[in-house]
């Protein structure tokens, strides 16, 4: 039996990576977190108009709310009501009252805010549908 002499064709060698450009010596370099800077100072800013879109939406006649967004808003309102009255004046304990409010209130803020994101997702959805497909009026 003879063997087969013939051998798989080498790779073609793979170009050198670029290599970057160092900064001279004594040079001293931004780091990574001063580009994304510029963006965290503006939050406020973006909390605002996200802010305006959601009584927007609210007030929009041309958008129905999902019910959960119609329930969620009185309900979580109503839930901070009863936190406050269930632990600053009914169940007053020193050290464990405090801890557990503040979990409940931080957990019906995550909610609301998962809640309301869905919905103002969808509600961009539609204003950049009325946007196509409207009239000119």
Avoid: C
Avoid at 44 to 53: D, G, K, Q, Y
Avoid at 105 to 119: D, G, H, N, P, S
């Amino acid at each position: 039996m003879t063997e087969s002499t013939e051998s798989a064709p080498a790779p073609a060698p793979t170009p050198p990576a670029p290599e970057a450009a160092s900064a001279p010596s004594g040079t001293i370099l931004p780091s990574p977190e001063t580009v994304d800077q510029a963006r965290r100072a503006w939050i406020v800013a973006r909390i605002m108009v996200e802010l305006a879109l959601v009584a927007q939406m609210y007030f929009d006649p041309r958008y129905r709310i999902s019910r959960l967004a119609k329930i969620v808003l009185p309900l979580v309102l109503a839930a901070l009501v009863a936190d406050y009255f269930v632990f600053n004046l009914w169940l007053v304990i020193p050290v464990f009252s405090p801890i557990v409010e503040r979990i409940i209130i931080v957990a019906l803020t995550v909610f609301t805010y998962r809640v309301l994101a869905l919905e103002l997702d969808r509600y961009r959805v539609v204003l950049d549908y009325l946007a196509r497909h409207s009239s000119g009026r």
